[in-house]
């Protein structure tokens, strides 16, 4: 059974700051997409990790796949208050995708 | 192009009533999902759609739930009798196929049984 665990499960920054959420998935792919859920909102795909060594930027965050260490990284550069949200990793492996219980972030001035 | 499309976006009802919720994919999405997500949680999958066919409902507790998705395209998941434990929000989402890629979320049903 594929089991998808991130950390931390909560994070409070400041504004400005840098952080990374980890992403560690138990069985082998190379597909994992990231995902953010604002409140009351459904989810919005952030990123496509199609390979090992895929590396995605979108303005301040930063994806990556390694999937010799089954492991992706989100990383959070200078932090704006606009990027508080729940943000979940989800990993495919030939099945519906399999999603990590979220990172909720919150970033405060 | 218009995205997923779910309604009612809130349902409030009391237990061992039933309830249905309809899903719209975006128009040439042959995969849709079902899935369920409670408080603080990720989305868990509750059924998965090849075209009319299900192929993955392993999860659907299929005592009080089931699904249609008749011509391939919209979709109704009914929940009877609902059970407190049932309180959740149901998220639909649509792929091109099963293995191509991003799935794109409608904006869920929020479902509170009192």
């Known amino acids: 059974e594929l089991k998808v665990e991130q950390n931390p499960l909560f994070l409070s920054m400041q504004e400005g700051k840098n952080y990374t959420i980890y992403c560690n998935y138990s069985?082998?792919?190379?597909?994992l997409y990231w995902y953010r859920q604002d409140p009351g909102k459904s989810l919005e795909s952030l990123f496509v990790l199609l390979s090992n060594g895929a590396v995605k930027q979108e303005g301040r965050l930063m994806a990556s796949l390694d999937t010799k260490a089954r492991l992706s990284t989100l990383h959070i550069t200078a932090a704006v208050h606009d990027l508080s949200a729940t943000y979940f990793c989800a990993v495919d492996l030939n099945t519906p995708l399999v999603f990590g219980k979220g990172t909720r972030l919150s970033v405060i001035a | 192009e218009a995205g997923v499309v779910q309604s009612p976006r809130y349902k409030i009802i009391e237990k061992k009533q039933p309830v249905a919720f309809w899903c719209n994919p975006i128009s040439g999405h042959n995969t849709l999902y079902w899935y369920r997500q409670n408080l603080g949680q990720g989305p868990e999958l509750l059924i998965r759609?090849?075209?009319?066919?299900?192929?993955?409902d392993s999860q659907l507790p299929k005592d009080r739930f089931s699904a249609e998705r008749l011509k391939g395209v919209d979709s109704t998941l009914k929940i009877q009798p609902a059970e407190l434990g049932d309180s959740a929000v149901y998220l639909c989402a649509s792929s091109l196929g099963p293995n191509t890629g991003e799935l794109f979320f409608g904006e869920g049903s929020r479902l509170t049984v009192l």
């Open positions: 069985t082998t792919s190379d597909r």
């Open positions: 759609y090849e075209n009319e066919e299900a192929v993955d």
